[in-house]
């Protein structure tokens, strides 16, 4: 069991696939039920925070049945998604774009998050294991999530059944 979701017959030892690959992968039902359960952990009325990645996506849709919400994200195509609910507030940590997954990273967008408090943060992670904890696969990225964990009252880790067993950077 992870952030809540059970994941059953993983194989901790491959590698995940890529986002845009994702369209025939036999384990989409299980990063849906990963999805819809972390979905579930938000409030009405909640300030989180989205860092960007396949798992964090697939929240959104489920996140667009809200009336209120603060949205902290480093995702273009999240904030995209939000913005034409005008009851909620979408912050974008700035920063470089990463044109291959629309995403945000960079000092800009840490020293942004240094001044944001959420109450709850959902990333995902590239690897997960007992002896290591969670990781990312480039420095960049996990500078950035260090200072979204820094900033939020609780942190959701979210790992795809594949990294499970896993580590990276």
């Known amino acids: 069991t992870f952030a809540g979701a059970t994941i059953e017959g993983t194989a ?4 995940a696939p890529s986002v845009n690959a994702e369209t025939h992968d ?3 039902a299980k990063y849906d039920a990963i999805a819809q359960r972390a979905s579930e952990m938000v409030r009405e009325g909640d ?3 989205l860092c960007s990645g396949a798992l964090t996506e697939r929240m959104v849709e489920r996140l667009l049945t809200f009336k209120s919400l603060t949205v902290v994200t480093n ?3 999240a904030a995209r998604s939000f913005w034409r609910n005008p009851n909620y507030t979408i912050i974008l ?3 470089q774009m990463h044109f291959d997954s ?3 990273h960079g000092t800009s967008g840490i020293a942004m998050l240094q001044n944001l408090r959420v109450n ?3 990333i995902p992670c590239e690897g997960m294991s007992g002896a290591q904890g969670f990781a990312t696969d480039d420095a960049e990225s996990a500078q950035l999530k260090a200072a979204m964990l820094a900033c939020a009252q609780q942190v959701i880790m979210l790992a795809a059944p594949q990294h ?3 580590s990276s950077l």
């Open 164 to 166: 499970i067993g896993l």
């Open 12 to 15: 901790a030892h491959r590698r």
């Open 75 to 77: 995702s273009l195509d």
């Open 102 to 104: 629309g995403a945000l």
């Open 26 to 28: 036999p384990d989409q």
């Open 47 to 49: 300030t989180i925070l």
């Open 93 to 95: 940590v700035g920063g």
């Open 120 to 122: 709850k943060a959902f």
